[in-house]
T-cell receptor, first 107, second 115 residues
Framework: EIVLTQSPATLSLSPGERATLSCRASQSVSSYLAWYQQKPGQAPRLLIYDAFNRATGIPARFSGSGSGTDFTLTISSLEPEDFAVYYC?????????FGQGTKVEIK | HLLESGGGLVQPGGSLRLSCAASGFTFSSFAMSWVRQAPGKGLEWVSHISGSGGNTYYTDSVKGRFTISRDNSRNTLYLQMNSLRAEDTARYYCALFGGGAFDVWGRGTMATVSS
């Protein structure tokens, strides 16, 4: 099973700041990595698929990069609605797996 | 649009059948998954089925206990859960696998395993 390790567990930032979230895979997942945002009481929402492709309707401040084992989700300038938990997920190998999440909280 | 149902309270060792009714898209054209989230915890992928239903996949902890299926004539996805354990307590989401990721999610249904 491929283990995805996200860091940091919690990121405390102010609106307008840049957020950099990391996801590291225990073995290569090529570019088969997605990022999701989840707010309390809501279902997850797809942000990025295949490492760097923004999903429909996702603002340009969200960007993804990386390949192989190291991936990054960047939020260029945090808006109030961006404070949430973010998960990475791989579809390279079965079983598909999620990272444990990074919480982006207001500082 | 995806709408889950069938959750509830069940004793350890019991069974539940979850359903996910799909609308607004050609259901048979898309693979689907079940993803769960235990209270206060992260997301866990559970099972996946191809558009035709011919290929299925499971996470190790549910193999032999859970069965995913679909009825394309009814636009409905199912998850039959047997031999339930306390650690299966979670909100279960169905998710549409579109162009490389889960791009449509339901609101989930809660399954609680407790005596």
């Amino acid at each position: 099973e491929i283990v995805l390790t996200q860091s940091p567990a919690t990121l405390s930032l102010s609106p307008g700041e840049r957020a950099t979230l990391s996801c590291r895979a225990s073995q290569s997942v090529s570019s088969y990595l997605a990022w999701y945002q989840q707010k309390p009481g809501q279902a997850p929402r797809l942000l990025i698929y295949d490492a760097f492709n923004r999903a429909t309707g996702i603002p340009a401040r969200f960007s993804g990069s990386g390949s192989g084992t190291d991936f990054t989700l960047t939020i260029s300038s945090l808006e109030p609605e961006d404070f949430a938990v973010y998960y990475c997920q791989q579809r390279s190998n079965w079983p598909w797996t999620f990272g444990q999440g990074t919480k982006v909280e207001i500082k | 649009h995806l709408l889950e149902s069938g959750g509830g309270l069940v004793q350890p060792g019991g069974s539940l059948r979850l359903s996910c009714a799909a609308s607004g898209f050609t259901f048979s054209s898309f693979a689907m998954s079940w993803v769960r989230q235990a209270p206060g915890k992260g997301l866990e992928w559970v099972s996946h089925i191809s558009g035709s239903g011919g290929n299925t996949y499971y996470t190790d902890s549910v193999k032999g206990r859970f069965t995913i299926s679909r009825d394309n004539s009814r636009n409905t996805l199912y998850l039959q859960m047997n031999s339930l354990r306390a650690e299966d307590t979670a909100r279960y989401y169905c998710a549409l696998f579109g162009g490389g990721a889960f791009d449509v999610w339901g609101r989930g249904t809660m399954a609680t395993v407790s005596s």
